[in-house]
C-alpha cells in the first residue's frame, strides 16, 4: 500500500470493550460472574431485546439485537437484567481519560467504541501497539474490564482488526499485509456492510474482498450506488478518513418503546407530548433549532414508517415540536393501528452554523438516544 499522497502514514487505534454492559454487570455484581447474563429487555409479556450478552451467553448463540424471548430459548439458564445506563456511561467517561492520556485525537462511535489517532501520541511513546497495549492494561488495572484494539494505518482496517481476537485481543495489520488481509475478508465481515448488502454481494458471486476488487470503479457504483465508490477504495486499503474529534450534530431526538401498544390516537398524543418534552430539553442543552420534525412510527407487527414536514424557520418549542408531531400522526392511517414505538427528531438546523460537539458530548448524546 503506498503512502498517504506523500505525507506521513497514520497510526491509528480502534478500541472496542469486551460485551461492555456485560462485562460492567459482572464486575460490579459477583454472582453474575462466569454465569450467561444478558443485558436488555427482559422476555417476560412482550419482551424486549437484548443490548449486549456476555460471554458466556454467546456461546449458546445469543446475540445484540435479537429478542429477548429468542435469547432465553437459545439460552433457557440465563440470567436477564436490565441496562444501567449510568454506570455505563460514568465507566465510558473513564475510559475516555485513559485515552486522553496519549491523544487528543478521540472520535466515539458509541460509549464503548472510539477511534484514536496516535501519529504523534502524547508520550512520544512511537509505537501504535505499544499505546494499544499500555491502554488496554490501564483499561485492566483501573477499571477491571478488558478490551480489544485494533491497529493500522486507517480507520477501516484497525476497527475489522479489533474484532479479529475478541476477547481482550490486539491485532496489528501493517501497511504490506492490508491488500491481502482485505483480498481474503468475507464480505459480510466489511464494516459498513450489513446483511441486506452482504446478501446481495454473495448473489452476484461476490464473497471476498478479493471478489471485490476484481470489479472496476464504475461497475461497483452501478451496482451499489454511492458506497461502491467507497468499497473500490476500501479493497485498495486506501481509507483517508481523517480521526474526527469534533462532530457535527445532525440531529436531535428522542423515541419510546411502550410496554403496551397504543390503539387511541389520545394515547398516542399524549406520549408525543411526553417525547417533545424530552427533544426540547435536548435542543436546548445543544442550542439548536431544527427546521424539520421527523415522525417515526413501529406498528405491533414491527413494520416502521416516518413521517417529515420542514419549515422556514427553526424552532425548538415543546408546543411547537408536539403539534407538528400530531399533525403527522393524523396523516396516518390510524384507524385499527397498534403502535408500540413513537419517536420525534429534529434535524436541518438553523442558523446552518451548526455548533459542532465535542466527543464527550457525541457519548453523551449516545447514551440519550439509546
Known amino acids: 500500500m503506498a503512502q498517504e499522497h506523500g505525507k506521513q502514514q497514520r ?12 462485562s460492567v454487570e459482572q464486575r460490579d455484581f459477583p454472582e453474575y460472574r462466569g454465569k450467561p447474563l444478558v443485558v436488555g429487555g427482559l422476555p417476560e409479556g412482550r419482551g424486549g431485546v437484548v443490548a449486549t450478552a456476555s460471554y458466556e451467553a454467546r456461546k449458546f448463540g445469543v446475540r445484540s439485537a435479537m429478542p429477548s424471548k429468542q435469547a432465553l430459548k437459545l439460552c433457557p439458564h440465563a440470567l436477564f437484567v436490565r441496562p444501567r445506563f449510568a454506570a455505563y456511561k460514568e465507566v465510558s467517561q ?7 492520556r496519549y491523544t487528543d485525537l478521540i472520535e466515539p462511535l458509541s460509549l464503548d467504541e472510539a477511534y484514536l489517532d496516535v501519529t504523534a501520541d502524547k508520550l512520544n511513546i512511537g509505537s501504535a501497539i505499544e499505546v494499544a497495549q499500555q491502554i488496554k492494561q490501564a483499561i485492566k488495572d483501573e477499571l477491571q474490564l478488558t478490551a480489544s484494539a485494533g491497529v493500522s494505518v486507517n480507520k477501516f482496517v484497525a ?3 479489533s474484532d479479529l481476537k475478541k476477547p481482550d485481543g490486539l491485532t496489528f495489520i501493517g501497511p504490506s499485509s492490508i491488500e491481502k488481509f482485505i483480498e481474503n ?9 450489513g446483511k441486506v448488502t452482504a446478501d446481495k454481494m454473495k448473489k452476484q458471486g461476490l464473497f471476498t474482498g478479493a471478489d471485490l476488487k476484481a470489479l472496476s470503479k464504475e461497475d461497483m457504483v452501478s ?11 476500501i479493497v485498495r486499503g486506501v481509507d483517508d478518513r481523517p480521526v474526527q474529534p469534533h462532530r457535527e450534530t445532525k440531529s436531535v431526538g428522542a423515541e419510546d418503546t411502550f410496554p403496551y401498544d397504543l390503539t387511541t390516537a389520545e394515547e398516542m398524543y399524549a406520549e408525543l407530548e411526553k417525547i417533545a418534552k424530552t427533544v426540547n430539553e435536548r435542543l436546548l442543552r445543544y442550542q439548536l433549532k431544527g427546521r424539520t ?8 407487527d414491527f413494520k416502521q414508517i416516518t413521517r417529515s414536514q420542514s419549515f422556514t424557520e427553526g424552532d425548538n418549542d415543546t408546543n411547537f415540536i408536539a403539534d407538528t408531531a400530531k399533525r403527522l400522526l393524523d396523516a396516518t392511517d390510524l384507524e385499527n393501528s397498534s403502535v408500540r414505538l413513537l419517536g420525534i427528531t429534529l434535524s436541518n438546523f438553523y442558523p446552518p452554523e451548526i455548533r459542532t460537539k465535542t466527543s464527550s458530548e ?3 448524546l449516545f447514551d440519550q438516544q439509546i
Open 11 to 22: 497510526k491509528i487505534i480502534h478500541i472496542d470493550m469486551d460485551a461492555f454492559y456485560a
Open 94 to 100: 473513564k475510559i475516555r481519560e485513559i485515552f486522553s
Open 159 to 161: 476497527k475489522i482488526a
Open 185 to 193: 475478508l468475507p464480505v459480510d465481515k466489511f464494516y459498513g456492510v
Open 223 to 233: 451496482r451499489f450506488g454511492k458506497a461502491g465508490g467507497f468499497y473500490y477504495d
Open 293 to 300: 420534525v421527523t415522525l417515526k412510527i413501529k406498528y405491533s
Open 362 to 364: 457525541q457519548l453523551d
